[in-house]
């Protein structure tokens, strides 16, 4: 088990390799006001992709705190309604 995920992991890493020296091009992205940067393609590629993976974490979080708060609430009421599980430390 350990050797093929070293080479499900290996094989990720070329298969990105090549994606990066097949898109090397130098292209033009156009924000507001004339204002552009030129980057090449692969760059862009996975900026884009780092910007889009930290809005969907931040936009999960609110949900993700809202069911971990639930859950810790719902564990001490268990503990409150039952006394006798309660472990004192000795």
């Not at 070293?6 to 004339?34: D, E, H, P, R, Y």
């Not at 705190?65 to 719902?74: E, P």
């Not at 503990?79 to 004192?88: C, D, G, V």
Request: aromatic share 16%; charged share 10%.
């Amino acid at each position: 088990m350990k050797y093929l995920m070293w080479l499900l992991k290996a094989a990720i890493f070329f298969t990105l390799f090549a994606f990066a020296l097949n898109n090397q091009q130098v292209v033009s992205v156009n924000f507001f006001f004339g204002t552009q940067w030129q980057a090449p393609l692969v760059l862009v590629v996975l900026v884009t992709f780092a910007f889009g993976l930290g809005a969907g974490i931040l936009m999960m979080m609110p949900r993700w705190w809202k069911k971990r708060r639930s859950t810790r609430l719902s564990q001490q009421s268990q503990l409150s309604e039952n006394p006798s599980t309660m472990h004192h430390g000795l």
